[in-house]
C-alpha cells in the first residue's frame, strides 16, 4: 500500500523552527509535484507550499513566504519543509500529498489536484 508518512512535528514557542519530513513509499514520487497543506482547528485545510516533480518550481502561500522552504530528494523519495520564525497561527495538523498526475509542469494548489495523502504530523505554536 503506498503510503506518505509525516514527521517532525512538535509543541515550539513563538520564534522556533522545525523541520517536516515526508516520506513516500510510492514508485511515482519522483515523477509528481508534491505539496504541503495545513489545516488548523476549526478551519478547512490551505495549501502552504508545492514542488514540482523535478525541484525546479516551487509556489508558496503568502502567509508562509519568506519563512518556510520547501525541499525534496527523489534519490529518498523524501519532502521537507523547513519552518522558520513560526508563528501561533502556524498552528495545525500538516499534510504532504502527492500529485496524482505525473509531470507537470506548475505546482497545483488545489487539495483535490492531490491523490494521495499521509496522515499529519500537529505542530503547535505557542506564544
Known amino acids: 500500500q503506498v503510503r506518505l508518512v509525516e514527521s517532525g512535528g512538535g509543541s515550539v514557542q513563538t520564534g522556533a523552527s522545525l523541520t517536516l519530513s515526508c516520506a513516500d513509499s510510492?514508485?511515482?514520487?519522483?515523477?509528481?509535484?508534491m505539496g504541503w497543506f495545513r489545516q488548523a482547528p476549526g478551519g478547512e485545510r490551505k495549501f502552504v507550499a508545492g514542488i514540482t516533480w523535478n525541484g525546479k518550481n516551487t509556489v508558496y502561500a503568502d502567509f508562509v513566504k519568506g519563512r518556510f522552504t520547501i525541499a525534496r530528494d527523489n534519490s529518498k523519495n523524501m519532502l521537507t519543509l523547513q519552518m522558520n520564525s513560526l508563528e501561533p497561527e502556524d498552528t495545525a495538523v500538516y499534510y504532504c500529498?502527492?500529485?496524482?498526475?505525473?509531470?507537470?509542469?506548475?505546482?497545483?494548489?488545489?487539495?483535490?489536484?492531490?491523490?494521495?495523502w499521509g496522515q499529519g504530523t500537529q505542530v503547535t505554536v505557542s506564544s
Open positions: 500529498a502527492r500529485d496524482w498526475d505525473r509531470y507537470r509542469d506548475y505546482v497545483p494548489e488545489i487539495d483535490n489536484d492531490y491523490g494521495t
Open positions: 510510492g514508485r511515482a514520487f519522483s515523477d509528481s509535484a
